[in-house]
């Protein structure tokens, strides 16, 4: 069963690959970084070995069990991504549970991602052994923290495996993700408000009570190396097969439930607002405006930008580092926040048709030439417009408070608006260039179908970097020389946008047949 697991796994990566060049680029950049996140996370761990040994039990139970709870965050992050995390997709085949889970726990630990969690975890033998003893029980409570990563990934993704299919699970994922985002950089703002306390004084106390859970069981019995470490081994076994047991009591479940991904949601009456012009621009704003009330995935830009500015303008209002063009502190403040929020939100444009899907064949029949499509660009363009300015701006009044002069808020929002055309801009050519398809049943985190992360990333990543160069030559004479050219970039930003879909247009009316093709792929 392991090795028809594997090999179903290996299958599956391989049949993502066919065909385009894109995706085996994006495969073998895949694997490149996992290559040196191994090599690097080895080294770094192998580092603990040249300081003092407390020190050094003290970072290995960190670092365990920050593995630990990376693999039970992340494939939350990627449900979807991966067709073994789903045990819905095996449900009719004749396996029984503790066979599914045997297969499961194999696929789990098939692929460049999880060899280089172990590769990198291996550090620690040669950084927390300090003997012959050391290494022999490295040998065991390595491999041993390995199956506790991928039992503990697995029940928590099974266990979860229903509510992430419904609308409802994936709105309530992408609110918690968000509070896990903003708690993860508490201690740093703690630090940088200047709040007292010892950073080194806080990372051992937190080592300390570390200690007593499975991953640190784990380091000490490295770092011990005699009986006791054998004892820590036998605690951290029990509970790996605890878990375990508790991952085959809830496939047992989850392949009974009801999918609630396929159950009827109520039907409500489609309202027309008299603000919108009463035109295909205006049906295309509303279908927009609705995405962004419906779909979760139409709303965790909103949601990161908003959580990633206010952890900026707490942070740089503690450090107070923000310098304006006169060196008067804050400007940086009000200007930093809105423009990252601002990014954030519009490199979301990279994809523009992938959340329509299938649905676009409708687009297709409808659009009898270019100035069709440059109007559906609009039209979307214009919708992300009404959410995300009042959005930058009430970042940027913020900022601009914090920073000490309210009048900073008017640079401030211009640029993040020029920001948000900008990177509108170039997201429609990569729309176009490079779209690719989002699967049905997935949580608001997840971009692209399986064996699309490459062109996911060469479509983000071209819209990202094109936005950034874009914006400098607005953003440079804005901050060290004269506020008032921000009146400038926003003109400037709208141009762009106005100039990327009327070029994306014309380019994505010749293949929109490819296009349709692209973002319809089975999940």
């Known amino acids: 069963m392991i090795g028809t697991f594997v090999r179903l796994k290996l299958r ?35 580092l603990a070995r040249f300081g003092a040994a407390d020190l050094a039990v003290q970072v290995g139970a960190v670092v365990f069990t920050g593995a630990v709870l990376s693999w039970m965050i992340v494939p939350l992050l990627a449900f979807g991504l991966d067709e ?29 991602w999880p060899i280089a969690s172990l590769v990198a975890l291996f550090g620690g033998v040669v950084g927390l052994s300090r003997g012959l003893g050391g290494v022999l029980i490295g040998l065991v409570a390595v491999p041993l923290v390995f199956a506790l990563c991928l039992v503990a990934s697995r029940l928590v993704t099974t266990a979860l495996s229903g509510a992430l299919r419904s609308r409802r699970g994936r709105d309530l994922l992408a609110v918690a993700v968000v509070f896990v985002v903003l708690l993860t950089q508490l201690p740093n703002l703690v630090l940088n408000r200047g709040l007292p306390g010892d950073g080194m004084g806080m990372f051992r106390a937190a080592a ?31 509970v790996v097969l605890l878990l375990g047991w508790l991952w085959i009591l809830a496939l047992r479940a989850a392949l009974v439930r009801p999918d609630a991904s396929n159950q009827g949601g109520s039907v409500r009456r489609s309202r027309r607002t008299g603000l919108l012009p009463d035109s295909r621009l205006g049906a295309i704003i509303a279908k927009e405006l609705k995405y962004a009330r419906r779909e979760p995935r139409g709303r965790v830009a909103w949601f990161s930008a908003a959580a990633i500015g206010g952890i900026m303008l707490f942070s740089l209002n503690g450090t107070q580092n923000a310098q304006d063009a006169v060196n008067a502190p804050g400007f940086g403040l009000a200007v930093g926040p809105a423009l990252i929020a601002a990014l954030m939100i519009g490199v979301q444009s990279a994809n523009t048709f992938g959340i329509d899907g299938r649905s676009l064949w409708m687009n297709a029949v409808a659009f009898g030439s270019d100035r069709d499509v440059r109007t559906d660009f609009a039209g979307r363009q214009l919708a992300n417009f009404l959410i995300s300015g009042p959005l930058l701006a009430v970042i940027s009044v913020i900022g601009a408070v914090l920073g000490g002069n309210l009048l900073w808020a008017v640079p401030a929002t211009l640029l993040a608006w020029c920001m948000l055309g900008l990177a509108m ?27 699309q992360g490459g062109q996911a990333f060469v479509a983000g990543f071209g819209a990202l970097f094109g936005a950034g160069l874009l914006i400098l030559p607005v953003l440079i004479p804005t901050v060290f020389f004269a506020p008032w050219v921000s009146v400038i970039g926003a003109v400037y930003g709208a141009a762009v946008a106005w100039g990327g879909r009327r070029i994306a247009a014309k380019i994505g009316f010749r293949r929109f047949p490819e296009l349709l093709a692209a973002v319809s792929r089975p999940t």
Not at 12 to 39: D, T
Not at 224 to 237: K, S, T
Not at 425 to 451: C, D, H, I, K, Q
Request: aromatic content about 10%; proline content about 6%.
């Open 425 to 451: 801009g170039t997201g429609a050519l990569m729309s176009v260039l490079s779209p690719y398809t989002y699967p049905e049943r997935m949580n608001a985190f997840s971009g692209a179908a399986p064996g």
């Open 84 to 112: 073994t995390l789903d045990p819905s997709r095996l449900a009719l085949f004749p396996l029984t549970t503790r066979q599914l889970a045997t297969g499961l726990f194999a696929a789990s630990a098939t692929g460049a």
């Open 12 to 46: 599956l990566i391989a049949g993502s690959l066919r065909g385009e060049l894109i995706r085996q680029l994006g495969f073998g950049f895949s694997i490149f970084a996992a290559v040196i996140c191994a090599s690097l996370g080895f080294l770094l761990f192998s």
């Open 208 to 238: 300390d009570a570390l200690r007593w859970t499975p991953p640190g069981l784990a380091a000490h019995a490295i770092a011990d190396g005699g009986l006791i470490g054998v004892l820590d081994l036998l605690i951290l076994a029990a």
